[in-house]
Every structure is written in C-alpha cells, then in structure tokens.
C-alpha cells in the first residue's frame, strides 16, 4: 500500500511539471506576441489601420 502512495505522488509530480512547462510556453508566446505587436516597424501599418474609420468621412463631408 506504501507503494501506491509514492505511485500517485509521482504522477502528480509529473503532471505539475507538465502543467509548469505548457504555461512557460504559453508565456513566452504571449510575450512574443507582445513585443511582435508592439514593434516600432509595425507604426506605420497601425497608424494607416487607425485612420480606416475615417477614410470616407471627407468624401462625405464634401457632398454637404
């Protein structure tokens, strides 16, 4: 019976482990999706998509 203790507590050691590897992955693809999107040579293209909303308001203006 002292043997099935020791059993269980290593598959729960095991599990943990992986549990501790798949979020240090997680992580670190967060991070790198962070840093990716915030990238100063991605400005140019954010400043372009912020603008969108606006593109047809001048031509509506216009028409009044």
Sequence with gaps: AAGDGTAALGRAIAEARAEA?????????????VRWVWAARRRSAYEAAAMLPFEGEAQENSDE
């Design 21 to 33: 590897a798949v979020a240090a992955v997680m992580w670190s693809l967060f991070l790198g999706l």
